[in-house]
Structure formats: structure tokens, C-alpha cells
């Protein structure tokens, strides 16, 4: 069982440079969010999706894009990374909107120098 | 805005009790509980729905009052296995958006 799958799950990025953040899942799941997380600030979402063309903007959307042209897929691009995106990102689906469990992938640990 | 999770840190020995509490500034659909080991994605633990509903583990418990706007996660006899950070996500009780906001985290150490 896949689930969740992100990619990749290390990355070194100079300040600058613009990456893309990989994000599928397996499991036909209507709803996808993108979190990243740093010491003490707990899980912030950035961005998530309802639904295949629907996105909107979590907490902390600064600085990221999504798209969801599939059902399967969500990636995650920076478009030019600072120094302040170092941090450790999680990708979440789910079936359903409000109320049903929301499943991670392992994560990616990116280091922005 | 972010849940209030409280107390932000536990030392625990084995077999003891721990509550964990969260709290919200808004109206609540639902309270999700996760528990993060270090290095690894959160893993799910329990929901509790507005209207009592609960889905999630038989050894961990929970409670939600809805008009406080409050959860808090009962962990009883920890066991080592415990420790890691717990995570409190709400979600709101208008639009059906599936936006799932942590709060800080509680870490939890359990020792022998």
C-alpha cells in the first residue's frame, strides 16, 4: 500500500533556485494539503485541494504554488527559495472534507543555504 | 487562527496518567489528535465530530465540549511507547473546507 507518496525526501536548494515538490496518492482521495513544519511552530499549512482544478491558500501561502490537475497529484513548487523555507514539509489526503482522517506522507526535509 | 494546546511539554513514568488539553477561539466541526515520533509524519489517533461522534484508537480516549470549544486527549497506564509530540487539528464549523489547523504540539516523555 503506497498511500501517501512524496518526493524527494531530501533536498539541498540554493537561495534562489526554484524546485518542485512531489506529492501523489493512491487512494482516490478528493482532499490534499501541503504542511510544513518547524521547531515549535507545529504543523502550518500552505496550501490544499478539495477536488482535481480547486486549490486555495492554507496559513502561510507566501512563496508556494500548487495545482491539482489530477485527482492523484499535488505538487508543491517554490518558485524562489529563501532561507526561510527551510523547514520539513508534509503532504495530507483524505476522502472526504471536513471530518474524516487525514493521512501524511513521510515527509521532505529541504535545507534552503 | 491556531488552537491553544496546554501543557507544552510532559515527563511521565511509566503507568502514570496524562491529559492533554486544546483550545479553540472559534466554533468546531471537529478536533483531530496525532502523535508525532521524531523524524517521522504525524500518525493519526483519534476525531471527535461535532455531535459526539468519535473515530480512532480503543486505548486512547478523548473528549470534546462543544460549546468550550475544547478537546482534551486522555492517555491512561502510558506505556514507553507514548512519548513523541501530540498534535491537536480543528476544523471549522463553517464551510466544508477540510482545512485542518495544529496547534504548537505537547511533548510527551515517558520514561521507565
Known amino acids: 500500500n503506497a498511500g501517501v507518496t512524496q518526493t524527494p525526501k531530501f533536498q539541498v536548494l540554493k537561495t534562489g533556485q526554484s524546485m518542485t515538490l512531489q506529492c501523489a496518492q493512491d487512494?482516490?482521495?478528493?482532499?490534499m494539503s501541503w504542511y510544513r513544519q518547524d521547531p515549535g511552530m507545529g504543523l502550518r499549512l500552505i496550501h490544499y485541494s478539495v477536488g482535481a482544478g480547486i486549490t486555495d491558500q492554507g496559513e502561510v501561502p507566501n512563496g508556494y504554488n500548487v495545482s491539482r490537475s489530477t485527482t492523484e497529484d499535488f505538487p508543491l513548487r517554490l518558485l524562489s527559495a529563501a532561507p526561510s523555507q527551510t523547514s520539513v514539509y508534509f503532504c495530507a489526503s483524505s476522502s472526504g472534507t471536513n471530518g474524516y482522517t487525514i493521512y501524511f506522507g513521510e515527509g521532505s526535509w529541504l535545507t534552503v543555504v | 487562527q491556531q488552537p491553544v494546546q496546554s501543557p507544552q511539554a510532559v515527563i511521565l513514568r511509566e503507568g502514570e496518567d496524562a491529559v492533554i488539553n486544546c483550545s479553540s477561539s472559534k466554533a468546531l466541526y471537529s478536533v483531530h489528535w496525532y502523535r508525532q515520533k521524531h523524524g517521522e509524519a504525524p500518525v493519526f489517533l483519534m476525531i471527535?465530530?461535532?455531535?459526539?461522534e468519535q473515530k480512532g484508537h480503543e486505548k486512547i480516549s478523548a473528549s470534546f465540549n462543544e460549546k468550550k470549544q475544547q478537546s482534551s486527549l486522555y492517555l491512561t497506564a502510558s506505556q514507553l511507547s507514548y512519548s513523541g509530540t501530540y498534535f491537536c487539528?480543528?476544523?471549522?464549523?463553517?464551510?466544508?473546507?477540510?482545512?485542518?489547523?495544529f496547534g504548537q504540539g505537547t511533548t510527551l516523555q515517558v520514561k521507565p
Open positions: 471527535l465530530l461535532k455531535g459526539g
Open positions: 487539528g480543528i476544523q471549522g464549523i463553517s464551510g466544508n473546507t477540510g482545512k485542518l489547523i
Open positions: 487512494m482516490n482521495h478528493e482532499y
